[in-house]
């Protein structure tokens, strides 16, 4: 975390630094702000009013900036013990910055293709969760010990795994360890009360995609399996067939450079036995004024099983997320 700060303090130049929230453990959460905002664009109407006018135009005409200066929304770091993704927003914020990734190598493609967007970069969503975990990254380490620090324990020490983590919330009384998941009040981002956010990140994260009308929100994320883009919930089938050509165009760039995908249908057949579904943050995203909006999940690094096809290094996890921001960028730019 106090990387992440340094970093923040010293080498934010071009972009425009803004103190989104503090969070309940009296931590700031930083944004970043790249190019040129289109306020002129945004119509008379928030999103919901304009969908029910059947006009998307009357919350923003987002096909007169489309091509010209797509608008990208990146928030990592919901997820205190999901450190890959944080490290990957600092890269990103190294190459336009810099012009040189978090490893010290060249990246003018890149570049080139993030300075033509609107960008906004949220390095660390939940300051209070990462301060809580004594690690800086998992590869190499038993999952168990992620699920330690991740979900946490019970006050006898057993710990609390996913995704029975969910079933209380937010995460108060038995608890041993508060995991990473969780704000310093217990709050899980990513499944906040949408009617009435509990959380004061949530609220500020969501105000910037009301206001920005992001092209693509980005919701980074770790877990322990190969990386995936996964289906997002309660969204219209043309942004699920969206979302769906995006992952697949992401798949594809990954395995022609030697790496595993856990490759998941944006549109399964959902079966009437099938429990329901969540709306979590990255549908909400959508229903608050994101064009699209995925979850992209980095794999931690631990050892290959039956559900992990090999193994990713730290080189590894940071190569692949520059693979998705450029995939996104020339998204953006088609799309
Ligand atoms: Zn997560």
Redesign the pocket.
Known sequence: MEDIQEFLDNKVKKGRMETISLSPGGREVKAVFYGQAEPHLKGAANFNSALGARNPEAYYKRGNRHRERPVLTLIAG??G??MECMVGAISLLSIIEEGKDITGRKQDELRRELEGLRLIVVPLANPDGRARVPYDGWVGLPPQEMVKYGQGTYKNGELIGYPVCKTIHPMQGNIGILGG?YDDRGINI?HDEWSSPMSDTTKALLEIIRVEGPDLVINM???GEDPSILPVNYVPMSVKLKSQNLANEFYSRIKEKGYQTRELSFVRQESPDDPPNSLNFTSFAYHTGAGISI?Y?SPHGFPPCSYIKMQYDYKDIIDIQHILFDVSCKFLKKN
């Open positions: 919901i997820h013990q999901e998941y990513m994320h770790g877990h979850t999940e």
